[in-house]
């Protein structure tokens, strides 16, 4: 059975394995390049690649014929892409003094990603009212209880929460055109 672009879903569903291998040389070096572009390490780009092709082979049963197989297929390569990040990070941020972690993991975009968005967050704390960022700063930064800062700052309890509440609020609503500016770029 000769393998085509438009009937590749009806064959991978039918078990072919000439579709699978037209599928993965048609789309093999595109994928590589966009998950190198992510890990800056050409073995784990291979490994999301072969990851990639893993699943739609295991959900071809799933695949609805009157659909492109490509929308999915780089679908389930960028959540692999962006899973592969999160484990990264996760491994970074929880375990930074832990010798089996390579902390050097980060990619220049990771690099250039984080520096942003912390002096957008600088920024957005510094545009807070005077007695609201000195409430969130001991909150966040210096890790006191609300109960100590309210002692602190011989305010009451409610008064702290009231002012982290409006702080969240307003960093929330300062940094949604940042965090838009993240997701469009991944």
């Not at 999301?48 to 609805?64: A, M, P, Y």
Request: with cysteine.
């Amino acid at each position: 059975m000769k393998v085509s672009g438009y009937n590749i879903v009806s064959q991978l569903k039918n078990d072919d394995n000439d579709a699978y291998k037209y599928l993965f040389r048609t789309f093999y070096l595109d994928l590589y390049h966009r998950a190198f572009k992510y890990t800056c390490h050409k073995e784990d780009a291979k490994d999301l690649v072969q990851s990639t092709f893993i699943k739609v082979w295991e959900k071809r049963k799933d695949l609805l014929e009157d659909r492109p197989i490509e929308p999915l297929l780089y679908t389930i390569h960028r959540n692999n892409c962006l899973d592969y990040i999160r484990t990264r990070k996760t491994k970074i941020n929880y375990m930074p003094n832990d010798p089996s972690v390579d902390t050097d993991m980060q990619t220049p975009f990771d690099q250039v990603v984080s520096r942003e968005l912390e002096m957008k967050i600088d920024k957005a704390v510094a545009e807070l009212p005077v007695k609201c960022r000195q409430i969130f700063e001991y909150s966040r930064y210096n890790d006191l209880k609300y109960a100590e800062i309210a002692t602190k700052l011989s305010i009451s309890v409610k008064t702290v929460e009231n002012q982290i509440s409006i702080a969240l609020d307003k960093l929330r609503k300062l940094l949604v055109e940042c965090l838009l500016w993240i997701i469009l770029l991944i």
